[in-house]
């Protein structure tokens, strides 16, 4: 499963990093609203949700499908402004059709909403088609797109002011000593870039980012298998304090490509990627290696150890401690001319936070 960002066409220079006010308040709300993704912020978001005005907080109920499971596209732009007002001041530029279709694909759980072009807005068909995609997700959902749908003026609006009434509630307090770390990440992947090339500046967003080996594209270690054209427009990386562990990617018809990344840290490191994740999870399913990492639970043991304490062979062994290792679920130490094997505690213990962080990504 990948996201593909063609860069045919796209200038060198138009691969840039960049700070976005809405961006971030955007994954404050995402925060705020599935605070399971992110319990090591479940300090800052119980605070902020106690200090919230009841009506705030209804507001932010009604219109969460925006920002919850994934972010609408209009959420993150790819052309940021110094302040939260002016890229507000952009999103209202964006044409009724265009704003709905994003808000509709993730109210409804569905990137496939349009009918060969046809509009939401304007076709009772596909009028019918959101608004049972949005029922089978809840009353919530079906609500908010019957109001989208029938009034998006209205909505519209509604939901600026929301996002303003954020920013006076508990934005605007935060947000200089979080561009100030934003910006400093976004001069370091720049210089990075410079001086090491596109490579190492994808490797420092995120090990969930490659370049392909033609150098041609981008490629996303995401749950979609899609592929986005940048083009001469380029593609936009939104670094995020309020971002790990997610890499949300913009990357529907129309939209310029951009990437908001979490900015990492010692306290919170670089998810596994999920090809490694599924390695150790293949690794522990087999009855026999299961056997053998209760045995290494315990305590270094030899092959021939092994061997002898589940009748088996020590080539058996062998094959089996090989998976293991592959997966990075042992250690080993040598002792004259014997290797003792043991389990890797720390990387075992972490497996449920590892799968939990890369399926999130």
Same mark, same amino acid.
């Given at each position: 499963?990948?996201?593909?960002?063609?860069?045919?066409?796209?200038?060198?220079?138009?691969?840039?990093?960049?700070?976005?006010?809405?961006?971030?308040?955007?994954?404050?709300?995402?925060?705020?609203?599935?605070?399971?993704?992110?319990?090591?912020? #479940?300090?800052?978001? !119980?605070? *902020? @949700?106690? &200090?919230?005005?009841?009506?705030? %907080? =209804? $507001? +932010?109920?009604?219109?969460?499908?925006?920002?919850?499971?994934?972010?609408?596209?209009?959420?993150?732009?790819?052309?940021?402004?110094?302040?939260?007002?002016?890229?507000?001041?952009?999103?209202?530029?964006?044409?009724?059709?265009?704003?709905?279709?994003?808000?509709?694909?993730?109210?409804?759980?569905?990137?496939?909403?349009?009918?060969?072009?046809?509009?939401?807005?304007?076709?009772?068909?596909?009028?019918?088609? #959101?608004?049972?995609? !949005?029922? *089978? @997700?809840? &009353?919530?959902?079906?609500?908010? %797109? =019957? $109001? +989208?749908?029938?009034?998006?003026?209205?909505?519209?609006?509604?939901?600026?002011?929301?996002?303003?009434?954020?920013?006076?509630?508990?934005?605007?307090?935060?947000?200089?000593?979080?561009?100030?770390?934003?910006?400093?990440?976004?001069?370091?992947?720049?210089?990075?870039?410079?001086?090491?090339?596109?490579?190492?500046?994808?490797?420092?967003?995120?090990?969930?980012?490659?370049?392909?080996?033609?150098?041609?594209?981008?490629?996303?270690?995401?749950?979609?298998?899609?592929?986005?054209?940048?083009?001469? %427009?380029?593609?936009?990386?939104?670094?995020?304090?309020?971002?790990?562990?997610?890499?949300?990617?913009?990357?529907?018809?129309?939209?310029?490509?951009?990437?908001?990344?979490?900015?990492?840290?010692?306290?919170?490191?670089?998810?596994?990627?999920?090809?490694?994740?599924?390695?150790?999870?293949?690794?522990?399913?087999?009855?026999?290696?299961?056997?053998?990492?209760?045995?290494?639970?315990?305590?270094?043991?030899?092959?021939?150890?092994?061997?002898?304490?589940?009748?088996?062979?020590?080539?058996?062994?062998?094959?089996?401690?090989?998976?293991?290792?592959?997966?990075?679920?042992?250690?080993?130490?040598?002792?004259?001319?014997?290797?003792?094997?043991?389990?890797?505690?720390?990387?075992?213990?972490?497996?449920?936070?590892?799968?939990?962080?890369?399926?999130?990504?």
């Amino acid at each position: 499963m990948t996201l593909r960002i063609d860069l045919t066409g796209t200038p060198p220079r138009h691969i840039r990093f960049a700070v976005s006010p809405l961006a971030e308040l955007t994954a404050m709300l995402h925060v705020l609203a599935a605070p399971d993704h992110h319990p090591q912020l #479940a300090g800052w978001a !119980a605070g *902020a @949700r106690a &200090a919230l005005r009841p009506d705030l %907080a =209804e $507001r +932010l109920q009604e219109a969460e499908f925006l920002w919850r499971s994934s972010r609408a596209d209009f959420l993150v732009p790819a052309r940021p402004r110094a302040t939260l007002a002016e890229e507000l001041d952009e999103v209202d530029l964006i044409d009724d059709e265009r704003y709905v279709r994003s808000a509709l694909v993730t109210t409804c759980g569905s990137n496939r909403l349009t009918h060969a072009g046809r509009s939401a807005l304007t076709d009772p068909v596909v009028r019918a088609d #959101a608004l049972g995609r !949005a029922q *089978a @997700r809840g &009353a919530a959902q079906e609500a908010f %797109a =019957e $109001r +989208l749908l029938t009034d998006p003026a209205a909505v519209r609006a509604r939901i600026r002011e929301t996002l303003e009434q954020c920013a006076t509630a508990f934005f605007d307090r935060a947000w200089p000593g979080i561009a100030a770390r934003l910006a400093q990440d976004v001069r370091t992947k720049q210089d990075l870039m410079r001086r090491q090339g596109l490579g190492a500046a994808m490797a420092a967003v995120s090990t969930a980012i490659t370049v392909a080996e033609d150098g041609r594209s981008l490629v996303l270690d995401k749950l979609q298998d899609n592929t986005a054209e940048a083009g001469p %427009a380029g593609v936009t990386f939104l670094p995020s304090v309020f971002g790990h562990p997610h890499l949300v990617a913009v990357n529907a018809v129309g939209w310029q490509p951009v990437v908001h990344y979490p900015v990492g840290e010692a306290e919170h490191p670089e998810p596994v990627p999920l090809e490694a994740v599924r390695l150790r999870l293949d690794a522990l399913a087999h009855p026999v290696r299961l056997r053998l990492v209760r045995s290494l639970a315990r305590g270094p043991h030899t092959t021939g150890e092994l061997a002898r304490a589940w009748d088996l062979t020590d080539p058996e062994v062998s094959r089996h401690l090989a998976v293991l290792r592959r997966a990075g679920l042992l250690t080993t130490r040598r002792q004259g001319r014997y290797v003792h094997y043991a389990l890797d505690l720390a990387t075992t213990t972490s497996l449920g936070a590892d799968l939990l962080a890369a399926v999130l990504r």
